[in-house]
């Protein structure tokens, strides 16, 4: 049985840094990868972003057999009902993040088609939200 979370950003995630750094803050995801990596040496990431909804899809099903995945859908989170649909069909812990709080934002943003199929969702704690995600996934390992 592997032990990877599976860690997945969707679209436009990738410009992290330069995309607005006053709301999304200033770290790369590369640097969110390392942060994760440096925080959880014993856990394996398989980190990944794509701003094309059916290779997430693809990505939420390989994490079917995972240990847990935490997923930051970006603009997807407000629309996406088929990123819902495949994280419903996937039976491992499951936490939504956003780096900004989005019940801040614009109207649109402060709905999530995708928070009824996961387990947590994290909003407003930047980077910082990706790690208690994995700590919220390690616990949930252990069994408690
Ligand atoms: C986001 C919030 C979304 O509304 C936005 O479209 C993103 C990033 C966040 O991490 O705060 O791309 O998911």
Same mark, same amino acid.
Do not use: Y
């Given at each position: 049985? *592997?032990?990877d979370?599976?860690? #997945?950003?969707?679209?436009? #995630?990738? +410009? #992290? &840094?330069q995309r607005r750094p006053e709301v999304y803050g200033t770290l790369t995801l590369n640097d =969110? /990868? =390392?942060? #994760?990596?440096?925080?959880?040496?014993a856990m394996e990431f398989q980190f990944r972003q794509t701003d094309y909804e059916g290779e997430m899809v693809g990505f939420i099903r390989e994490a079917a057999e995972s240990g847990g995945l935490v997923i930051n *859908?970006?603009?997807? +989170?407000h629309y996406s009902y088929a990123l819902h649909d495949a994280l419903e069909a996937v039976l491992v *812990?499951?936490? /939504?993040v956003h780096l900004s709080?989005?019940?801040?934002? /614009? &109207?649109w943003r402060r709905h999530s088609v995708v928070s009824p199929a996961v387990d947590a969702v994290i909003a407003g704690m930047g980077a910082e939200g990706y790690r208690a995600a994995v700590a919220y996934l390690q616990s949930r390992r252990h069994g408690s």
């Open positions: 049985m *592997p032990a979370v599976f860690v #997945l950003n969707g679209v436009n #995630l990738r +410009t #992290l &840094g =969110i /990868e =390392i942060l #994760l990596k440096d925080a959880f040496p *859908p970006g603009a997807w +989170t *812990p499951k936490v /939504e709080n989005v019940h801040v934002r /614009e &109207g």
